[in-house]
Nanobody, 119 residues
Framework: QVQLVESGGGLVQPGGSLRLSCAASGSRFSIAAMGWYRQAPGKGRDLVARVVTGGSTNYADSVKGRFTICRDNAKNTVYLQMNSLQPEDTAVYYC?????????????WGQGTQVTVST
């Protein structure tokens, strides 16, 4: 099993910045991809950004140019730098990872961290 532990959420004013972190831990696994999703009240869970082994990234159109995802392979950690935050970015942000365990690819979720953008 793989555990994902998120940190870095909180309350920020519009135009501000936050950095989220997600560390994966466990035994005998390798990470294929890591990413962030978010879920606003009353809405579904949507992809924010994702990075795969090799470094390729993809972003939701709504965050392009404002958010940056990066991964520290040595630490099995993914970061999401969020700049120019707006009220519509308010949501619970979930870390997600595709991990190889032997020859099986499993998907894991973190517990979520709240991001609130408000005056």
């Amino acid at each position: 099993q793989v555990q994902l532990v998120e940190s870095g959420g909180g309350l920020v004013q519009p135009g501000g910045s936050l950095r989220l972190s997600c560390a994966a831990s466990g035994s005998r696994f390798s990470i294929a991809a890591m990413g962030w999703y978010r879920q606003a009240p009353g809405k579904g869970r949507d992809l924010v950004a994702r990075v795969v082994t090799g470094g390729s990234t993809n972003y939701a159109d709504s965050v392009k140019g404002r958010f940056t995802i990066c991964r520290d392979n040595a630490k099995n950690t993914v970061y999401l730098q969020m700049n120019s935050l707006q009220p519509e970015d308010t949501a619970v942000y979930y870390c997600n990872a595709d991990c190889w365990y032997g020859y099986k690819l499993n998907n894991y979720w973190g517990q979520g961290t709240q991001v609130t953008v408000s005056t």
